[in-house]
């Protein structure tokens, strides 16, 4: 499986901005996706995860009701909507994906095979 990530940019607080990863590979629409973000001199953190059916999405506390990740397996891709973006939001976007089963460790970066290049979100106050 291959990922790209796109639509990040330069946003003001506030404002929203919706990433996309494009996967490539036929077990996307089986694996559990995930978003990272890394800000400058932070270690890459959770911020939400979905598994193949969307069923379950857990998202990190930092973006509990802001941000919202959701998939589309017929396009092979996934997103996450920002909205309410704060200047803490702003880092380096990375999706994700792991083959295996749904499991508690959604939130652990060992568990993800596969990683896109990730796209740049800035935030003005």
């Known amino acids: 499986v291959q990922l790209q990530a796109s639509g990040g940019g330069a946003v003001q607080a506030g404002d929203s901005l919706r990433l996309s990863c494009a996967a490539s590979?036929?077990?996307?629409?089986?694996?559990?996706m995930a978003w990272f973000r890394q800000a400058p001199g932070k270690e890459r953190e959770f911020v939400a995860a979905?598994?193949?059916?969307?069923?379950?999405?857990p998202t990190a506390d930092s973006v509990k009701g802001r941000f919202t990740i959701s998939r589309d397996n017929a396009k092979n891709s996934g997103y996450l909507q920002m909205n309410s973006l704060k200047p803490e939001d702003a880092a380096v976007y990375y999706c994700?994906?792991?083959?295996?089963?749904?499991?508690?460790?959604?939130?652990?970066?060992?568990?993800?095979?596969?990683w896109g290049q990730g796209t740049q979100v800035t935030v003005s106050s």
């Open positions: 994700a994906a792991d083959s295996g089963p749904w499991s508690l460790r959604y939130g652990s970066r060992s568990r993800y095979d596969y």
């Open positions: 590979g036929s077990i996307f629409g089986r694996s559990t």
């Open positions: 979905i598994n193949w059916s969307g069923v379950h999405r």
